[in-house]
């Protein structure tokens, strides 16, 4: 079975969906360079998987919106965030990780995304550069501005410091960027958060958030409700803190310190400058 993936540079949820797509078959791997024009993008995608038996891309925003595009522009079911394919039936995650579905997926070619976090890591493999054609009235994204968190952006920091309703206030946060600023990581939140305007979504966690996978994820007055986990649930470790031991949190925490945040965590903080001297 040939399949084609659809890469970007330097990214791990593209080499996981190598992993995945290497389990279809023999992988050609290719990309797009300059604006991001998801039509025209699709286009130079559907036009290189002549004769493909599958189209594979990752389950991030733009992967699933390329696949979408491309799904459509070949009249062709698409199936999102896949984790796992057994003749024709698909497994993928349904409502940002709260089940999973089994699925037929006709068609041909087969055109699906890796669900992100769910596969490891393939080796990168040799990529194919294509040209994106002129698409009428195709929209592109002139300009992308990356929100960054203490110079670390939330997406790629190894420590992630999240806080919560817990945290009570926008200056309440002032505990929670100092943490992060010792541990080198970004600050994160919970939808109460960006609701109540105590920080800006771009620093949301969650299903309609950033979705992110640090080495340490510390989740400050969170109680873990499904959508929040869905965003963190790629961490190495959770360290939950919280006044409540039966919070949903502790059944995704591997760490936990029940108390009050507001004195845990400056603790925590102190505790590192002694550690440094
Ligand atoms: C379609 C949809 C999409 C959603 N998408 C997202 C999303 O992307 N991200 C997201 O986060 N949510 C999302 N939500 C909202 C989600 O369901 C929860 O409402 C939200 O995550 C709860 O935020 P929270 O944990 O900060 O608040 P709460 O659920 O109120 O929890 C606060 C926690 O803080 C603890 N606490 C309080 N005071 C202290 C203290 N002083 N010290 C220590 N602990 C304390 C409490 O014990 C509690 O566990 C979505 C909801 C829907 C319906």
Known sequence: M??????EPDDELSLQALTLA???GDVRAVSLEGAYAPAAWAAAIAAAADGADAIVAAGSDRGNELLAHVAARLEQPFAANVTRIDGDVVTRVRWG??????????????ILTAAPHTQPAGEPAPVELLVAPEVEHAP???????????GVSLRDAKVVVSGG??????????????LAGLLGGAVG????????????????VGQTGTKISPDLYIACGISGATQHIAGCKGAKKILAINDDPE???MASADYA?????????????????????
Do not use: M, N, Y
């Open 189 to 204: 939140c919970s939808r109460v958060v960006t609701s109540a305007g105590w920080r800006p979504h771009t620093d949301q």
């Open 140 to 150: 592109a994204v002139v300009e992308r501005v990356e929100e960054q968190a203490g």
């Open 257 to 277: 310190v029940i108390g009050d945040l507001h004195v845990i965590v400056p603790a925590i903080s102190a505790e590192l400058r002694k550690a440094r001297g």
């Open 247 to 249: 919070a949903p949190i």
């Open 22 to 24: 290497r389990g279809l």
């Open 2 to 7: 040939s399949v084609l993936v659809f890469v």
């Open 165 to 178: 309703r817990g945290v009570g206030s926008t200056e309440g946060f002032a505990i929670i960027e100092e």
């Open 97 to 110: 990780g709260s089940l999973l579905e089994e699925a037929r997926l006709h068609g041909s070619p087969r």
